[in-house]
């Protein structure tokens, strides 16, 4: 094929891929799509003669079906891409003496908001850029962050994105197993495609301002405070006199990234002054004033090869997607979770599938779905759930509304090995020494088979097993010897019990008591009496640990401590603390003022502890005060604004530390 062929057929393939994107059913993930067009400038550039026309490139979104059209005051456009430093030098270079503005570019859909005599009169789809859809109604009804009214009487048009937070998305899709939003952007896109406000009101959207036109035009030069002034939240703006500190804000906000509740596919660059952006114009497709880099891709697609029943600790069937390798996230991924039977059902995924692959944040890579199912050839199969467990072959039971399948065998050995890997855990008793496949080993040579048995493992007959010196041998023994120190809380954690969680062990050390053993005897009323534990929880524990008491007799026989430890119960208050009665909330990076040395979250959210605080997750009404630390999130910002909670930068609550003798 020559290069004119070529450049036929990308044009082609790309008007029928945005076609289906902008519908709402993309057929490729966007880093497929994103190729595309790669390869398609990069021939054009070297064959200029041979532009296709109408040339895609340079035209923005789709021609939609508008349902009802409004023809935009100036086109909404696309962005230039970038994912070189080079790139942003090239930028600066452009605009010499100019401060520019990095910003994280967030993945939703952008919306125009027109206010005039000071109300909002219509909301506007981007669409194919010069007419957009009229979603006014819709957006009054799903989307924070877009006030009613400003202080400005003339003509006011505000540009951002509406997106949906990834906490909205994944609780929607808990709620609505049976018919899952494949990603945040999407299900944005189709929130706002929704006819009705009433029927997708768990699909909330939240909206960041990043662009302003006023009439007259307004004394503030400054983008982000332009729009704060007007009450909306601006997408977290940072100056930059430079391209080497725009590199460095560009890696901040990527290192960010997953701390984040909502996707962003990368960092936009833009004159910080609003007059000097406007005077730069655009291009066909453009602004010149700003450059989007981009950052790796969150979601690939790849081929599901096969599907694999892995047997959990608690007996629990989990169907593992087994997948041709794939860079997604920033990571090879190999494996990712399917979740239960339903999920698939839903998603409707077979066996030879080409599926969409999800790693944003922290979540554990997942198929997100079959992108494009008209592409099977008919060899794929179907996903069928086994009858029997695939470790001790014993039938298996369905609980739940989602048909999730359990062996309730309790000598099964796949699970045994999975309870013993737990006990060893971080969380549990820490044997660090010891890893998965050494407890697969000695299991299966019949050393290990509860917790107890790693208390009787000898250096000796260790020493038997091949591939092991004494060094490592004796390393072992160590680490299962401190390992007896574990106490109340982490043996709890470590037992893994049905339905008790970390929260559940913590509660019942602060509920007071004192060891396993009266975890047991206080029986399920007396469990019930604790805050925060439900009946079902209390059942699980004491039928559990009731058949688990050899096992307590044996662990306390061979030295090792099921006893509440200082470390299980909140810390002592010190005197005059200074975040007494605080709910408090702990964000961004973390470090000494005195030594300047990065600190782990959770051993700062320990000092606050010791200072009175009461710690929680994330923002609520009911939060006292947001310690930030650096590189914080706009989001927990927003969030922090709009419930009226004090905040405090970390430097602040160190002097306090010092002042009160907790540190
Ligand atoms: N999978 C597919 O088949 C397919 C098809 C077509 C397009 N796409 C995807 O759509 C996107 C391309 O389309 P595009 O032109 O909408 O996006 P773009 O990447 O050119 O970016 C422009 C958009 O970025 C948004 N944005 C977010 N934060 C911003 C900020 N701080 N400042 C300015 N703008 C900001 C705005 O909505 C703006 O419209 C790509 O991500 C592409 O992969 C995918
Ligand atoms: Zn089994």
Redesign the pocket.
């Known amino acids: 094929m020559n290069d004119g062929e070529r450049i036929r057929e990308l044009a082609d393939q790309i008007v029928v ?2 076609d ?2 902008y519908r709402g059913s ?5 880093a497929e ?2 190729a595309i067009e790669d390869e398609l400038r990069g021939l054009i550039e070297a064959n200029p003669g041979l532009a296709p026309e109408p040339n895609p490139l340079e035209q ?2 789709a021609p939609a079906v508008l349902h009802a059209p409004i023809r935009h005051s100036r086109p ?1 456009l ?2 230039e ?1 970038a994912t070189k430093p080079e790139q942003v030098v090239a930028f600066f270079g452009r605009f010499p003496g100019q401060p520019v503005v990095v ?4 993945d939703g ?2 919306l125009a908001l027109v206010y005039e005599g000071g109300r909002l009169a219509r909301a506007v789809t ?1 669409g194919d850029g010069t007419t957009g859809d009229d979603v006014t109604m819709l957006v009054r009804a799903l989307t924070d962050g877009i006030p009613e009214r400003v202080g400005a009487p003339g003509r006011v048009e505000v540009r951002g ?1 509406a997106v949906m937070l990834r906490s909205t998305f994944a609780a929607y899709n808990v709620a609505h197993p049976d018919k899952p939003l494949i990603n945040p952007r999407n299900a944005a896109a189709g929130t706002l495609r929704a006819k009705d406000p009433a029927v997708v009101a768990e699909r909330r959207l939240r909206f960041f301002a ?2 302003l036109d006023t009439e007259p035009d307004s004394a503030e030069t400054d983008l982000g405070r332009a729009l704060q002034t007007l009450g909306f939240t601006a ?1 977290e703006m940072r100056r930059c006199a430079d391209a080497d500190e725009a590199q460095q804000v560009i890696t901040a906000i990527e290192q960010q990234r997953n701390d984040l509740d909502y996707d962003l ?1 990368g960092a ?1 660059l ?1 004159l910080a002054d609003r007059g000097a952006y406007a005077a730069a114009g655009t291009r066909s497709s453009s602004p010149r004033g ?1 450059l ?1 880099f981009k950052f790796a891709a969150e979601e690939k697609t790849t081929v599901l090869s096969d599907v694999v029943w892995d047997v959990g600790k608690t007996g629990k069937i989990a169907p593992v997607a087994w997948l041709e390798p794939v860079f997604v996230g920033g990571t090879t991924v190999t494996r990712a979770t399917l979740a239960n039977q339903e999920v698939i059902r839903a998603r409707g995924i077979m066996i030879g599938d080409t599926v969409l692959v999800r790693r944003a944040g922290d979540v554990i890579p997942f198929v997100a779905g079959v992108l494009d199912a008209s592409k099977r050839t008919g060899a794929e199969r179907e996903i069928v759930p086994p009858a029997t467990c695939p470790s001790c072959e014993q039938p298996l039971t369905e609980q739940g509304n989602s048909r999730e399948l359990f062996c309730t065998n309790v000598s099964c050995p796949a699970q045994t090995v999975r309870r013993l890997i737990h006990w060893a855990s971080r969380a549990a008793a820490d044997i660090d020494a010891i890893g998965g496949v050494w407890i697969e080993r000695l299991a299966e040579a019949g050393d290990l088979e509860h917790p107890s048995d790693f208390y009787r493992l000898t250096g000796e007959r260790l020493l038997e097993f091949d591939r092991i010196g004494e060094v490592s041998a004796a390393r072992m023994v160590e680490s299962i010897d401190a390992s007896r120190q574990v106490g109340l809380r982490r043996a709890l954690i470590g037992l893994a019990i049905p339905m008790a969680s970390e929260g559940t062990a913590a509660r019942l050390c602060r509920a007071g008591f004192g060891s396993l053993e009266e975890v047991v005897e206080a029986g399920v009323d007396g469990l019930v009496a604790v805050e925060d534990i439900g009946p079902k929880v209390a059942t699980s524990l004491v039928e559990h640990l009731t058949r688990l008491r050899p096992e307590l007799e044996r662990l306390r026989e061979r030295g090792v401590s099921l006893d509440v430890r200082e470390e299980d119960l909140p810390p002592v208050v010190a005197a005059g603390a200074p975040l007494a009665g605080k709910t408090v909330v702990v964000t961004g990076a973390i470090s000494d003022p005195r030594s300047g040395e990065k600190v782990p979250r959770p051993t700062f959210q320990r000092l606050c502890e010791k200072a009175g605080a009461t710690i929680a997750s994330s923002v609520s009404a009911s939060t006292d005060l947001l310690v930030t630390g650096a590189e914080v999130g706009a989001a927990k910002l927003a969030k922090a604004e709009k419930f009226d909670v004090e905040v405090a930068d970390q430097s602040v609550i160190w002097q306090q530390l010092i002042t009160a003798g907790v540190i």
């Open positions: 891929l945005r289906a994107y993309p057929a490729v993930a966007d799509y994103d923005v979104g909404m696309s962005l891409k910003m994280p570019k967030l859909l952008s981007r994105e990043f662009d997408a596919d936009v833009r700003a989007a």
